[in-house]
């Protein structure tokens, strides 16, 4: 069925939510075509959040030593936010690979188990990311892709989270190379939307067509984010994602596609 350019919801669901619906529709749709490109910076993206979003929890269960304690930090997250959702997600993933007869007898018992699958979920979604689709494309050389380690302090520690600082991002030149692709999806994103992503990715496309002689920054890099997939997915293939409704527009503006894993 052709070639699917991978969005950072398809890694996420694919790795980081086993044994779910959503798991099954992300590797359904991966199913769907012939080649499935992976691009670094969708790992970065990963990485950068809700694997991010995972450490967060483990080492709340580290910190704490309470499951209570942990749901109750969890709960207290900015209501509806991804950082919320995706945290509660950790906590079911992590009780998925849990067996009723695993689990302590105490609420601190209780909390190292989750603490213990969590650290294991972690490190088995970072061995796989790259074994999930039929090629990895778009390597970054300013980023060091390191795998997660634990440090001293038992919290798990996924830094190198950003590009290099003291360099220009190193997908610079080929952004800056096509004005008219840029100032195209700029003009996608409403110039009244209330969103912050919205509002930041507008903000960073105004500047590299403005200041196309200014680096870009890891910062700005970041905040191009949905808008980098549409601009580097080959014509040939499609943008595949979880979240049709902020690619789909961006896409088209640049006469490409966006597929969801709902589609047939």
């Excluded at 086993?18 to 990963?46: C, F, G, H, M, S």
């Excluded at 009780?95 to 699958?117: K, M, N, V, W």
């Excluded at 088995?124 to 074994?131: A, D, F, T």
């Excluded at 509002?199 to 949905?226: F, M, S, V, Y």
Aim: glycine letters at 4%; charged letters at 30%.
């Amino acid at each position: 069925m052709g070639d699917a350019f991978i969005e950072a919801t398809i890694l996420t669901d694919i790795l980081l939510k086993p044994n779910t619906p959503k798991q099954k529709r992300a590797a359904d749709a991966l199913a769907r075509y012939d080649r499935t490109l992976l691009p670094v910076y969708a790992i970065k993206e990963w990485k950068a959040g809700p694997l991010d979003y995972y450490a967060y929890v483990h080492d709340k269960l580290v910190v704490t030593r309470s499951f209570r304690d942990t749901l109750q930090a969890v709960s207290a997250l900015p209501r509806g936010s991804y950082r919320q959702s995706t945290s509660l997600e950790a906590l079911t993933a992590a009780a998925t690979s849990l067996r009723a007869a695993a689990l302590g007898s105490t609420d601190a018992e209780l909390a190292d188990c989750y603490r213990l699958a969590l650290v294991s979920l972690v490190f088995r979604s970072w061995r796989k990311r790259r074994k999930i689709t039929t090629a990895v494309v778009d390597d970054l050389a300013c980023y060091n892709e390191a795998e997660p380690r634990i440090g001293s302090d038992g919290l798990l520690d996924l830094r190198p989270q950003q590009c290099e600082r003291d360099q220009e991002c190193c997908l610079a030149p080929r952004l800056k190379a096509e004005p008219g692709l840029l100032e195209a999806l700029r003009n996608a994103i409403p110039e009244n939307s209330g969103r912050g992503e919205d509002k930041r990715r507008r903000k960073a496309l105004k500047q590299l067509l403005k200041h196309p002689k200014e680096p870009l920054n890891r910062e700005t890099c970041r905040d191009l984010g949905d808008a980098i997939f549409a601009f580097f997915c080959p014509k040939t293939a499609v943008v595949l994602t979880t979240n049709l409704k902020d690619h789909e527009p961006l896409a088209r503006a640049i006469g490409k596609r966006a597929e969801g894993t709902q589609e047939t």
